[in-house]
């Protein structure tokens, strides 16, 4: 193995360009001739559009267009939609509301886009924005998904009567319900696991091209998958056909499942270019991310867990509210259905399991997936039930987790997963160790001393990631493949560009993608560029989301290097007169093995190309394609154990310690999958203890700046201890499992363990602040 190659610690090459403010991204873009748009948003969550005046702000310095809902209506544009289906348990289809791109009659949320405004500046633009005049008849609003349900709560979408847009379940309820009547014991518990805003740290941005020469439009977009787009863009809105359509997601600053979808914005940008004649960028304010970008998680679910005489779960029944906002977001519809319900068994063999999913339209921002999408929330669902039920039998919460574990694989659950390859065991003993977990309550006790509570809990994980295949995923509604493609170019000087569907926007791409390629070709890394994100450039892919990167993505580029290894083979022979089957790629040569001949790899490419010297019947050049459809979903698992010391006079928590163990299978490059961890943990905490979007009762984001939805900062994150073990994923070449999302998944309901376990409680809410802790500490006292 070569220093670069698969396994080493290879520091990413991306950064220097990163750290040196040489990135490019969608806001320095620009376009001869471009002009800046500003949205007018609506005031309220809900209302009916009476009038629109536009005429003040069409006078105003600066300006070249304002457009309505009504001009885009009349041009054919259509509305946004979700490309998941999800049927009702009655057969019925799920309840889409129409989305405008601008809304026509009526606004459904705070931030629903009304009017944009093009004009030669960005100020000039937000100044016109405001001189537009909107007379709006205000409805009311409902904006908690339980009381949206309620009879005669306000009606958000006539589509769907009582805002209800699907009831659907999974798994056997006569099962479940018989395990729950005959258990020894029923634990009991509500959990609420908290509506979250993504914020990555650069905001969304458009910027729409009209070639009114070629007839062509271009779009370059912070987006996570960008092939998707110009598929929606194309099929679904009418933008422009997809031969007419080019979409460039360049440098892209975090995503974290909230770049995935097609918003309103880059629809508007390229229809408004077309209308103005002119190209037009947009780019969101920090206060407007808020508002309009999709949010995360917000479900409410009340949960039964059966245990018998000898504490073996024996059934689980879980009811879950999930509150979609406004309006169905892309992939909103599959969060919590067949990302969520299908993950309730965790690492445990639980023989009957039944999920009843209510999805509900609220006057809110839309809610999709967000870093984990769903199996946070199953995670949360079943690791606070099973610490519940641990203290409720008088047991260790590590043992009852290792008494109910799977050991067996495969192993197929009742709600879908099959487990291909896993040792949970080993995760629960290397976090335990590292955690010092026998020596817990001589920290408690020393703790005591000092006036703190101390409190100590653990998570153990699971995630179905690498979503596909795409025949699964296809059954169950999808409306799109889950594949990846790979094109590897060897070029005639023996560099090596390869094009992938996935998209990088933080993950390592540049460096990890090359590894594998050191690994297979043996030249260097820095000979290796990794093209992506430009549909004019790159064949369709399905782009980066649910930790496939890995797992799809780079078994795609595996099965591409595979022809072009073979192919180098056979040309390596011929020139060295040898066997094919005894050529072997080491050190950047094709060598005879057991000899010295060899040719250098850059000469073999050279002779690929000039064709002077090819087997009989050999094309020249050397580009070899491949599309991946893995045959499984991939498991990462793990345990997490969070230490935590409460000041009860403040309520202020502190994390001490934060431990993660976790499988991921084969790893690539283990400095990067740390990296990715730590910021898992870091969004998993802040979840936990800081971040909430809260909403008043008329509808108005509280949470809409960085003064009121507190983000984690560097002091409120310990040195995480973080370690991995290995089962290999059998399901694809590379046995990568993916990593991504884990610490997501994994720490928020390892911190609530803690801080329960600190003050002596059943429950509180997330994000337990120092508020909300205080008055937990309070409450047991009486």
């Not at 919460?397 to 997963?417: C, G, K, W």
């Not at 093995?593 to 250098?600: C, H, I």
């Not at 290995?726 to 694809?732: R, V």
Request: with cysteine; glycine share 10%.
């Amino acid at each position: 193995m070569g220093i670069e190659g698969v396994g080493a610690r290879v520091a990413r090459k991306e950064d220097k360009r990163f750290i040196t403010g040489a990135g490019r991204y969608v806001d320095d873009m620009v376009v001869p001739g471009m002009k800046h748009a500003a949205f007018v948003r609506s005031p309220h969550a809900h209302a009916q559009i009476k009038k629109i005046d536009v005429k003040k702000a069409q006078g105003m310095p600066g300006v070249i267009g304002v457009l309505t809902g009504k001009e885009l209506k009349a041009d054919g544009i259509g509305n946004l939609i979700c490309g998941w289906m999800i049927h009702s348990k009655d057969g019925s289809p799920m309840k889409m509301g129409a989305w405008s791109p601008l809304a026509v009659d009526k606004v459904r949320y705070v931030g629903d886009a009304v009017v944009v405004v093009v004009a030669e500046t960005r100020g000039q633009a937000r100044d016109a924005a405001e001189a537009v005049e909107i007379t709006y008849k205000e409805l009311k609003a409902v904006v908690d998904a339980t009381k949206a349900l309620e009879k005669g709560a306000p009606q958000i979408h006539a589509e769907a009567e009582n805002n209800l847009i699907f009831d659907w379940e999974l798994g056997d309820g006569k099962a479940t319900d018989a395990a729950i009547k005959a258990a020894a014991h029923v634990t009991r518990m509500k959990i609420v696991n908290n509506r979250l805003v993504p914020n990555a740290m650069e905001p969304r941005a458009a910027l729409g091209h009209y070639d009114k020469a070629e007839d062509h439009y271009t779009c370059w977009t912070t987006s996570q998958n960008p092939h998707v787009a110009r598929l929606v863009m194309s099929a679904f809105y009418n933008i422009a056909p997809e031969n007419k359509l080019r979409v460039i997601a360049p440098d892209v600053g975090g995503g974290f499942g909230s770049k995935i979808y097609i918003y309103p914005e880059e629809i508007v940008c390229l229809w408004a270019s077309k209308k103005t004649g002119v190209p037009v960028k947009w780019v969101a304010d920090r206060t407007e991310s808020f508002l309009s970008d999709a949010h995360g998680r917000d479900h409410v679910s009340t949960v039964e867990m059966a245990f018998d005489k000898n504490n073996r779960i024996t059934g689980l029944k879980v009811d879950t509210i999930a509150n979609l906002g406004a309006y169905m977001s892309l992939f909103s519809s599959c969060v919590p259905t067949y990302l969520y319900a299908t993950l309730l068994s965790g690492q445990y063999d639980i023989p009957a399991i039944h999920a009843n999913v209510r999805a509900v339209y609220t006057n809110t921002a839309p809610v999709d997936a967000y870093r984990g999408a769903g199996r946070p929330e199953a995670t949360y669902v079943l690791e606070r039930t099973m610490e519940a039920a641990a203290r409720e039998l008088g047991v260790s919460p590590a043992e009852l987790r290792r008494q109910n574990f799977v050991t067996s694989f495969p192993h197929q659950t009742p709600v879908i997963m099959n487990y291909d390859a896993g040792d949970y065991g080993a995760s629960l003993d290397a976090a335990m160790e590292a955690s010092d977990y026998a020596g817990f309550a001589a920290r408690k006790a020393d703790a005591a001393k000092r006036g703190l509570l101390r409190g100590i809990g653990m998570s153990c994980y699971i995630e179905a990631c690498g979503i596909a295949p795409s025949a699964a995923v296809g059954s169950l509604g999808a409306g799109v493949g889950l594949w990846e493609s790979a094109e590897v170019r060897v070029n005639a000087v023996g560099t090596i560009e390869v094009l992938t569907g996935s998209h990088s926007h933080g993950q390592g791409h540049e460096t990890t993608f090359a590894q594998l390629v050191n690994q297979r070709l043996g030249v260097p890394i820095d000979s290796v560029s990794i093209v992506h994100g430009d549909t004019d450039k790159v064949q369709m892919g399905m782009g980066t989301y649910g930790s496939r990167s890995g797992a799809v993505g780079m078994s795609a580029i595996a099965k591409a290097l595979d022809k072009v290894e073979a192919k180098a083979k056979k040309i390596a022979a011929h020139l060295l007169e040898a066997d094919e089957g005894d050529i072997v790629i080491e050190n950047g040569a094709l060598k005879v093995a057991g000899t010295d001949k060899n040719v250098p790899w850059f000469q073999m490419a050279l002779a690929a190309y000039t064709a002077h010297n090819l087997p009989a019947g050999m094309e020249p050049g050397l580009k070899e394609t491949a599309f991946y459809d893995p045959s499984n979903f991939t498991f990462p698992a793990g345990c997490y154990i969070c230490e935590v010391e409460i000041d009860p006079e403040t309520g202020t928590t502190e994390i001490v310690q934060f431990v993660a163990a976790d499988d991921f299978g084969n790893i690539i490059n283990p400095m990067i999958v740390e990296g990715q961890v730590h910021g898992g943990i870091a969004q998993g905490i802040g979840q936990a203890l800081l971040e909430g979007a809260h909403y008043d009762a008329s509808g108005q984001l509280l949470t809409a700046s960085y003064m009121d939805y507190t983000m984690p900062r560097a002091g409120d994150l310990p040195s995480f201890k973080v370690s991995t073990s290995n089962t290999p994923c059998p399901g694809n070449p590379l046995g990568i499992k993916g990593c991504g999302e884990a610490g997501a998944i994994g720490s928020p309901p390892a911190v609530i363990n803690a801080v329960t376990d600190a003050v002596g409680i059943a429950d509180i809410a997330m994000p337990a602040s120092p508020s909300t802790v205080w008055a937990a500490i309070r409450a047991a006292k009486h």
